[in-house]
Structure formats: C-alpha cells, structure tokens
C-alpha cells in the first residue's frame, strides 16, 4: 500500500492526475501538441495573472532557477537568502561564474524589505532573486512589501521563486510588477515531479537579449521563440502537460477563491494541532506559510520514531526537517489536493502517533 505523503513536495497526487497521464504521446511538433500546449494557456496565465506567455520547462524547478541567473545577470545578481533553497541559489549563482552577493537572514526569519532597499540603492546589481515561499523553514516572506521595494529599482530584474506557494494563494505577477515568476510542478499543483512552469515580463526578455551565454536548454529566447508556435525548445514531458491540463480543470472548477480559502482552513488545522500540543512553529505567526508548517519540536520528542509510527500505523509520512533543522524541526504540508476530511485524518494520526510512539520526553 502506498503511502500519502504529508511532506512539502512531492506531494500526494490524485488518481484523477496519474490517469490523465497514461494518455500516449502525440509528436510534439505536430497540431495535437500545438492544440494541447494553447489550451491550456490561458488558464495559465489566469494562475499567474500576467498577459505575458507561460513556459513549460521540462526539468525541476532548479533548472529554471539557473537559468533566469544566468539569462538575466550582466553585472551583480542579489540573492536574498532567508533558509535552504535560497541559500542554495546563491551557491548556484556562483557555480554559474556570476558576481554575486548574498543579502542573508536567519533562518526562520522573512525577507526584510528595509534591509533590500539599502542594499539595492548601491547601485550594483541588476538581478534579485527571491524565494517567496521558504520550504524549508515554512516562512513566507512579504511579497507586496517587497515587489513594492523593487519596483523603486528598474534597472533591476525580479526573479521570485514562488514553487511552494503558486496556486496556494493569490500571487498577481504583473500587478505587482516581478519579472519571472517560477514554480514546480510537486508541490502545490500536485504533479508528479519533472516540470516547471514560468512566466517573464518584457523586460526581461530584454535584458536576455544582451547576455550572450544563455546556454541553450534554458535560453529564454529559445522559450519564447517557440511559444510562439505553441510549442517547447526541445522534446517536453508530454503526460506532465496531460496531467496539468486536468489539474487546471479541477483548479478551475473548484474556483481560485475557494482554492485559496481551502488552503488557508487547512493550514490553520495543522496551526491548531501544532498549538493544542504546545508545539510551536518556526517562523512568527504573521510569517507562517499557507501550504507548510515548520514545527519546532518544542517538546524534544523522537522526530524518526514519530515518523515511524506515522508510516507503520496509518500509511503516511511527515518531513523530519530540512538540512540543519533535521530533527529539530518537522514539516507538514497541507498543499495540493488536500480535503478537510485528509487534513481532519492527518491530525487524527498525529495525535495518536504522539501518544503511541511515547515520544514526548518533555
Ligand atoms: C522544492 C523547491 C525548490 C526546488 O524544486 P526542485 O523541483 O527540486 O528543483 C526550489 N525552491 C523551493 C522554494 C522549493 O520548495
């Protein structure tokens, strides 16, 4: 029996979504892929509420988050860095060969968009990247606040990460003026993992222009070149796209609101678990993740026997903490296609695993 995953990517996938992927392959270069690939674009862009085009890449999110350093950086790319993956970026950017400073917060901590305006009014950078959504510490830092900071700077081009809380939330791309928005396809679109999806602005495509070593596999003129006859640069994963076809149907007949709001009421149940058992979250309430909870194990318990028991008596599992939080933290997702009813279960579970596990020392 499988287990449901209660982890922060990937995340459980419905059955609805592995059967629209056992459809064969059409060519991709033919009018069935053409078809494919321009219906689903406008809900597409619906979901990233930009009139501008959205790329399907056929990779994991990190090899967007490469490419957008390494297609927009000709000076100094800023990486704000706030917990894993936007530390991670960083080191990326290096790996590329780009100038790159990193403007660090503690982890647990959101951005600070005071702390972004000093450092961008130096003058010496032209590319930011932001990770909106920090997974592995279940904070989200305040995007209005900052896309209002970096909108003060348009020389600079925004390249925020949203792979953790796209679709979970309402994140308007071009009100809020960010150049690329990113995200994945495992977490809170529900997919199997293999896909990215991005959407970038003109400006962008601009900047592109000037910078000579693109690459090929992520070369946004390559995307957008192709996009213009519905097609990807190179062969796509053709039962990802299926899938994401029907998840759009089931995003859109569910409603983005509704969506939104479910989010929300189960991210507050897990809220409600972690406090009735005098845990506490990592981050500071008003910089809680919507689609994760990064509990700080308050109460010393046996983060792996916990786990265990999850696993071995209910057929699921939890996060047991990212990197240096291992253990001293636990995550719990409730993005994608949870339900009250899976949310009401995980609590059940986690309430008897804590009791059965004999795992609280405190
Ligand atoms: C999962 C995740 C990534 C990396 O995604 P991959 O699909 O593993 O490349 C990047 N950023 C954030 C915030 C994530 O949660």
Not at 22 to 42: A, C, E, K, M, N
Not at 124 to 146: I, K, Q
Not at 295 to 320: H, M, W, Y
Request: charged residues 20%; proline residues 5%.
């Amino acid at each position: 029996m499988s287990l449901h995953l209660y982890i922060p990517g990937p995340v459980q996938v419905s059955e609805r979504t592995l059967q629209a992927m056992t459809q064969p392959p059409v060519g991709h270069r033919s009018p069935d892929f053409v078809s494919l690939y321009q219906s689903i674009q406008p809900r597409l862009q619906d979901l990233f509420y930009t009139t501008g085009p959205v790329f399907l890449s056929t990779s994991s999110a990190w090899g967007v988050m490469e490419g957008c350093v390494r297609n927009l950086t000709r000076k100094r790319v800023l990486n704000c860095m706030n917990g894993a993956f936007s530390d991670k970026w960083h080191d990326v950017s290096l790996r590329c060969g780009l100038e790159a400073t990193a403007l660090q917060f503690d982890w647990g901590q959101p951005v600070d968009p005071e702390a972004l305006r000093r450092e961008l009014a130096t003058g010496a950078y032209d590319v930011v990247t932001l990770v909106h959504n920090e997974t592995s510490t279940g904070t989200m830092s305040p995007l209005d606040d900052l896309a209002a900071v970096l909108r003060e700077f348009p020389d600079v081009i925004s390249v925020v990460d949203a792979v953790s809380s796209f679709s979970a939330l309402a994140i308007e791309k071009d009100r809020l003026g960010i150049d690329v928005l990113l995200t994945g396809a495992q977490k809170a679109l529900a997919l199997p993992p293999g896909m990215a999806l991005f959407s970038a602005s003109d400006r962008a495509f601009e900047r592109a222009a000037k910078v000579k070593t693109r690459g090929y596999y992520f070369d946004f003129h390559e995307f957008l070149r192709n996009h213009e006859k519905g097609m990807t640069p190179s062969t796509p994963v053709i039962s990802l796209i299926y899938a994401l076809r029907s998840k759009l149907d089931d995003i859109f007949s569910e409603g983005l609101e509704a969506r939104y709001a479910r989010h929300a009421r189960l991210n507050a149940k897990v809220h409600g678990w972690v406090e009735r058992n005098g845990f506490s979250l990592l981050p500071r309430k008003e910089f809680a993740s919507v689609t994760l909870s990064c509990v700080e194990n308050t109460l010393g318990i046996d983060v792996p026997a916990f786990n265990q028991v999850l696993k071995d008596r209910f057929s699921c599992v939890i996060d047991g903490g990212y990197g240096k939080l291992k253990g001293k933290t636990f995550r719990i997702s409730n993005m994608g296609d949870e339900t009250d009813a899976s949310i009401d279960a995980l609590v059940g579970y986690l309430d008897a695993a804590l009791e059965e596990s004999g795992t609280a020392k405190a």
